[in-house]
């Protein structure tokens, strides 16, 4: 019974998010999204510690299927973490997916030919051209190089060419430069976004694994994305009695 | 003759040029959207001091002139200002208001900066890097002029550029909403604009007292206001006119102008990483001490 209620509502509401496509040809993602849920911690289930939100996990099944010697070396970012994770850490861009659920608000600005999406973290910057063509051939980029597709009402964005320097979140789980992630965003009603994204990387992983969670609309009056300039902070802090020579 | 007749082509082609209609957008606003490259922005002040940064071979601090085998920069990094061509309409560029380039600097804000800046090279602290070199948000003037597209999209109650210079983006809302709190300071600054006929005006406050104006003005104030206006000429033409009201370092707001240029339709905006791979404030100033 109640399963069968919340299908209803289900259907309900992908019937709204349908109509609304249909009246404007493609539903419009446009506005300011944000993950609410601890996944830049640990996307996998854990519980709470000093500074550690707990959470549940947003892994289907819970499990990333890694190779042992990179379950070993997952093991070894956890323990160095607070010094080697490349975004919280280092400042550095946080790839993708990570961009999508750390702490921090992005804007998708969606017109026909080109979706970008600009995230408040180290303004980091994706443009996601929908006009069918081929991955770039330049190689090695931290956001990895995006290309989106409709498949329905569902945006697809395959993203590629990545470099091996970016981690998943603060607990270490990491990839190669074989990463493959295709990301899936679906309307689930005018304020929410049905995110996931499917990651493949057979240097890494035994088989490919998907996330997902809900993005929220940021409804705020006014709201927009400020600055979190993590490099130039991080930089006041480390070099403010520079030199050192 | 001959020079009435070009006189009168001249004459003509201005009149092409103020009867553009561009066209529209769903939501009606002149669209300019496409990536451009900028030029002519930032320019000389009349008895500028110094540049204290060359970045020139004969710097023995430049990149260029480094003998630890990073080299200088590839060369394609200065190839991306190709565009289409603009026929033989002058474009203004540059400081225009005052016309002798002459700003109306307070003498003890002017002796200042030129203070600050012979401590830029080599820097004494963190305080005179110049922020390019700290891969920070360049603010409206230090995206670079030639080199690094900027595309425009349009979409309801928003113009965005996306900058192809350090993956920056500017958001413009045109939904009339005011400026955000006195203490939000920001690098690229707070802006709002609206539209007047095919000229895009683009108020901004709430600037940081960081960004440059140029290698030779290394910092304007946080009580810099900017009004700046984006005219849609011709098909592959916007003009750029920045007034600069700091009432901290100037007696009365000055005028720069230039021009986005429609680059060719192959132009693509790749990933600009710049702190990722940086290694400037150690080399400058050695390591820190470990975390």
Redesign the interface.
Known sequence: MTHAIRLAALAALFWAGATRAAAQGKPDF?GIWQALNTAAWDLQDHAGALGLPPGQGVVDGNEIPYQPWALARKQENFAKRR?ADPAEAN???PGVPRATYMPYPF?I???PK?I?I?YEF????R?IPMDGSAH?D?TD???GDSRGRWDGTTLVVDVTNFND?TWFDQAGNFHSDALHVTERYTLADRDHISYEATIEDPKVFTRPWKISMPLYRRVEK?G????Y?C??YL??E???????? | MRSSLILGLVIAAAAVAQTYTPPRTADGQPDM?GMYSRNGVVGLEANPPENPIDPSDKNPLSVSARGDGLGPYPKIFQEGGSRIRQGRQQRRTGIVDPPDKKLPWRPEEDAKRRDFLLHMNPPA??RHVELNA????PGLFQGEDGNNPY?F????G?V?I?YDY????R?I?LDG??H?GKN?R???G?SVGHWEGNTLTVDTTNFNGRVAYSREIPYLSDRLHTIERFTIVDANTVDYEVTIDDPVLFTKPWKVAGYFARSPKET????F????GSQT?VN??????E?
């Open positions: 446009s010094a400042c550095f861009l804007e600005v969606q017109t080109l970008a600009t180290a303004h980091a910057l443009e770039s330049l980029t931290w956001m320097q006014n927009k994305l400020l600055e300039e490099v130039f930089q006041e480390r070099f403010k009695k520079a030199p050192f020579k | 959207q602290d963190l700290r891969c920070a948000l595309q999209l349009q979409r309801a928003e965005v996306l350090n993956h920056t983006t958001v809302h909403r005011p955000v939000i920001l690098f690229m707070d693509q905006s790749l990933e990483a710049c702190a990722e404030l400058i100033f050695g390591k820190p001490p975390r």
